[in-house]
C-alpha cells in the first residue's frame, strides 16, 4: 500500500531529488547535530525598522486540546506557560473547520474563509466541473494549493507589509518563504521526526539575517510545527512519543520568544498559538475500507484517484467517464464520496441513490455520521436517526456568527444527541438561531457547531454527494493509531491562546472557530485593510482586550 502519511511524502522527494553522495555525506551532520539551539541574542540592529503592529502566530499540527489541557495544568509546558498563558487570553472552546484536515484549515487560517467558500476541501477532493483530482501529498502537487483557492488571502490582503513563512504550503502574496524541505525531507527519511519543528525556531536566525538586509523586521510571521501531527498518526495522541513531541514544541516556542524578547521586540507582538484539528485516537483493527463496502454494496465503479490539472483534459475526461464514482479518503476519518449524474460529472445523482449509500454506511459501527445535500437543506443521518439543517437568508457579508440556521428532527432520534443537550434543546424549536448561538450551545457536546459547518461546507461541489465521518476509536486507514477529518469533539476542538499588546492576561473568551484567525491578524497589524472585506470568521481583537 502506499504510504501517504507525510513522512511517506518526505521519504519520496529525498529518494528523487537528493543524490546518494549528498545523503552519505549529511547523513552524519543530522544524527550527530540532534536540535540545534537558537542563541538568545537580538535578531536586529540599528538599522532594522521594526513595525509597530506585528504578530508570530504558532501553528502546531494535530495538538489534542485535551492533552494540551492537561500537560499545561501539570506543568509541562512552561515556556508555552510563560509567555502566552500567562501574559495572553485563551480561548475555552474554540473548534476548527469541518472538514478538519490541514490543507482545508490552513487555508481557512490565511483567508478567514470555511472551506465551502474557499474551495480547498482537504488534502484530497474532486472537482467534477473540471474533472480533476487532489491529492497535495506528493513531491509534485504539495504547492498546488495556491492555483486551488479562490479567494484573497492575508499576505495578499496585507500586500505592503513584509511576511514570511515557515514550513507552510500557502504562499501566494508571501514576501519570503522558508521551506525547509531538503533538511526536513531528511529528518523524516531517518525518523528524527521532532527535530522538524526545532528547524522552525531555528530559522528564526534566518529571518534576522534577511531583516538585517532588508533593514526591515516582519509584520508577520506564520511558523509551522508539523511534527506532532506526525507522531499522532503513528502512535496516538495518548501515547508518550506524542507528549514528548509536544514537549518539544514548547522548546521551541521558548526559544523563539527568548530571542524575540531579548531583540527587545516581544512586548510589541502579537502571538498566537494555533491548531488546525485535534487528533483522535483510533484502535489499530478499528479500521473500515470504505471503497470496499461501497463497492460491494452498490455494484457502482469506483475511483479513489485520478489525474489533476497538469494532465490534458481530453484525457482527464476519458479517465473520469470510465466511473461512476469517486471516493476521496482524507485525514482518514474522512471520505467523501462523489457520484455521477445521468447527465455526466457535472450533474448530480437522483437524491434516492444518495440516501440508500447513507443507510447503507450508516449501519456500519465505524461511521459516526453521514452529511448529503437535499434541496436547499442539509440532511445528517446516523444510525439513531435523521435530521435537517437549513440556513435563512445567507446574505453576503455576513459571518457565520451572524448568519441563521435552524436544525429539526425528521425521523426517528436526534442524530447529533442535542436533545439530550441542555443547551441546544432550546435551539430546536423550529426557529433559526444566529450561527453564534449554535457555536455557544454546542461546543460541549460531541457535534461542536456542526448545524454552522455543515451547511456551509455544502456550499461547494467538492465537498461530494456525501460526506462521512468517522466513530470515535475509527479510521478510514489501517495505518493510523491517531487520525482528524471527522466531525466529532476530538477532531474539532482546538486550543487557542493569543498574548500581545492589549490583550488581557491570564484572560479566557468563550468560543472562537479558526476562520477567526485570518480577520483578528488582519486587524492586529492594518486594521484599514479589514475595510470593504468580507469573512466567514470575525476578528476577535476588541473581545480580546476588553474580556474579564
Not at 312 to 327: D, G, Q, T
Not at 396 to 403: E, F, I, Q
Amino acid at each position: 500500500m502506499k504510504n501517504t502519511t507525510k513522512a511517506g511524502y518526505f521519504k519520496r522527494r529525498v529518494r528523487k531529488l537528493v543524490l546518494p553522495t549528498m545523503l552519505t555525506a549529511l547523513v552524519g551532520v543530522l544524527l550527530i547535530g540532534g536540535c540545534g539551539r537558537l542563541k538568545p541574542v537580538s535578531l536586529i540592529d540599528e538599522n532594522v525598522q521594526v513595525p509597530d503592529k506585528k504578530a508570530v502566530v504558532f501553528f502546531v499540527d494535530g495538538l489534542n486540546r485535551e492533552v494540551f489541557r492537561q500537560m499545561l495544568a501539570a506543568g509541562q509546558l512552561p515556556e508555552i506557560d510563560k509567555y502566552l498563558v500567562q501574559r495572553g487570553t485563551r480561548v475555552k472552546n474554540a473548534t476548527t473547520v469541518a472538514p478538519s484536515i490541514t490543507y482545508a484549515v490552513t487555508t481557512s487560517f490565511a483567508t478567514g474563509q470555511v472551506p465551502g467558500h474557499h474551495g480547498i476541501l482537504g488534502n484530497r477532493f474532486f472537482d467534477r466541473n473540471q474533472l480533476f483530482y487532489v491529492n497535495y501529498g506528493t513531491i509534485t502537487t504539495y504547492r498546488d494549493v495556491d492555483d486551488h483557492y479562490r479567494c484573497d488571502n492575508i499576505y495578499e490582503i496585507l500586500d505592503d507589509q513584509f511576511s514570511v513563512s515557515i514550513q507552510t504550503p500557502l504562499r501566494r502574496g508571501i514576501y519570503r518563504k522558508i521551506d525547509n524541505w531538503a533538511t526536513s525531507g531528511l529528518r523524516w527519511y531517518f525518523g528524527q521526526i521532532t527535530e522538524i519543528d526545532c528547524l522552525t525556531a531555528e530559522r528564526f536566525n534566518l529571518i534576522g539575517d534577511i531583516s538585517r538586509r532588508a533593514r526591515r523586521w516582519p509584520s508577520l510571521i506564520f511558523a509551522y510545527f508539523p511534527a506532532l501531527d506526525e507522531m499522532g498518526h503513528r502512535y496516538g495522541p495518548d501515547s508518550q512519543r506524542y507528549r514528548a513531541a509536544l514537549v518539544n514544541v514548547n522548546e521551541q516556542i521558548g526559544r523563539i520568544c527568548g530571542t524575540l524578547q531579548a531583540s527587545g521586540i516581544l512586548e510589541s507582538t502579537y502571538l498566537l498559538l494555533i491548531s488546525d484539528h485535534g487528533m483522535a485516537a483510533c484502535g489499530r483493527d478499528n479500521f473500515l475500507k470504505l471503497s470496499e463496502l461501497i463497492e460491494d454494496g452498490t455494484g457502482l465503479k469506483l475511483t479513489t484517484a485520478g489525474p489533476d490539472l497538469r494532465t490534458p483534459y481530453h484525457e482527464r475526461v476519458e479517465y473520469f467517464s470510465r466511473y461512476e464514482a469517486v471516493l476521496a479518503n482524507g485525514g482518514n476519518r474522512l471520505g467523501k464520496l462523489y457520484l455521477r449524474g445521468k447527465d455526466g460529472w457535472p450533474d448530480h445523482p437522483e437524491p434516492q441513490q444518495v440516501r440508500e449509500i447513507a443507510d447503507l454506511l450508516n449501519s456500519q459501527e465505524a461511521v459516526a455520521l453521514t452529511a448529503y445535500r437535499q434541496g436547499q437543506a442539509v440532511v445528517v443521518q446516523n444510525g439513531k436517526g435523521r435530521a435537517m439543517i437549513e440556513r435563512f437568508n445567507a446574505e453576503p457579508g455576513k459571518n457565520l456568527n451572524s448568519r441563521q440556521y435552524r436544525y429539526r428532527v425528521i425521523d426517528s432520534q436526534c442524530p447529533l444527541g442535542y436533545v439530550g443537550n441542555l443547551r441546544a434543546s432550546r435551539l430546536i424549536d423550529g426557529q433559526f438561531h444566529p450561527g453564534r448561538e449554535w457555536l455557544l450551545a454546542t461546543a460541549a457536546s460531541e457535534y461542536p457547531d456542526l448545524p454552522v459547518q455543515i451547511i456551509e461546507l455544502f456550499d461547494s461541489d467538492r465537498a461530494g454527494n456525501l460526506v462521512i465521518f468517522a466513530a470515535d476509536g475509527w479510521d478510514f486507514s489501517p495505518a493510523n493509531v491517531g487520525g482528524h477529518g471527522s466531525v466529532r469533539a476530538t477532531d474539532m476542538m482546538v486550543p487557542m491562546v493569543i498574548a500581545g499588546p492589549g490583550i488581557v492576561p491570564g484572560g479566557q473568551i468563550e468560543t472562537a472557530r479558526t476562520v477567526d484567525v485570518a480577520p483578528t491578524i488582519i486587524e492586529m497589524i492594518d486594521r484599514k485593510k479589514l475595510n470593504g472585506r468580507n469573512f466567514d470568521g470575525q476578528s476577535l481583537l476588541s473581545e480580546l482586550e476588553s474580556n474579564r
